[in-house]
């Protein structure tokens, strides 16, 4: 058989077409895929959830692939493990309450579990604003990042969302968005965002998981955003806390139905 050009294209477009029209309306959208984000697409997906990531640059990952100054190695306590050894990511005990992982393994692991759980990747695409009824956000406005790399002024499509997850790591885009443009107030102590403190790891690794919630209706966050949020400090390259908050989030939505 001779491979033909245009049917290799028209496959593409509708393949493509089909993944994204059926991902219009989800139960959940997960800005953000990095560890955080990954982590909750599984739990959620696993569920029957029907869950979408969108992430801005062309591979998921974010803060995870580079390990610690692009040393790629990553460094869990023994609670994160147990993640790790479910999702089948090998660890080596460094010393007592330290493991290490291969950052590649455990990026490319946990997406391939959470894929094939059900839960689809929209790479190269930017969540760049939300959209609000009634004082809760039911969806999310996107565009191809490109776009907004190269300042071409091109009108975004829209995703309705029971919940979506802000995972968007430091950058808490999903928050700042709401800040800027809405009058709903965030669920922080002083109602709007705290922003992120220096680093201290073992007292963000224990905030990540607390500041994990709901911050607004219809919004959660997770992850490295979950303390930008709260006016947490930042871990480095541990991640532990941005597996378990993951994790969290997912219990947290599925428990509110
Ligand atoms: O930064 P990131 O890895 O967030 P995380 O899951 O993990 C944080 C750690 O990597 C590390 C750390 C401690 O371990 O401090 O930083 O909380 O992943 C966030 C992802 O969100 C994407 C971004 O490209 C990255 O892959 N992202 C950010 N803004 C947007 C976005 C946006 N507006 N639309 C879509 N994706």
Redesign the pocket.
Known sequence: MELNEITITKAIIERFSEKLIACTEVDTAI????????VAAYFLAKVGKKVAI????L??????WGGGMMFNE?IVQPEARELLDLFDVRTRKYEAGYYSADAIEAVSTICSYATKAGARVFNC????DVMIREGRVIGLVINW?PVSMTGLHVDPLTIAAKSTID?????T??LRVIERKTDIRLNTPSGALMGERSMWADRAERLTLENTREICPGVYV?????NAAFGGP??????G??LL??KKVAELIIANG
């Open positions: 800005v953000g895929g990095g560890p955080a984000g990954l969108f992430e801005k640059k591979s998921i990952g974010g803060g995870m990553i695409i930017t969540v760049e990042t995972a968007t790591g430091h950058a885009e999903v997770a992850g490295m955003s979950a930042r871990m480095g390259p541990i991640f806390g941005m908050s993951g």
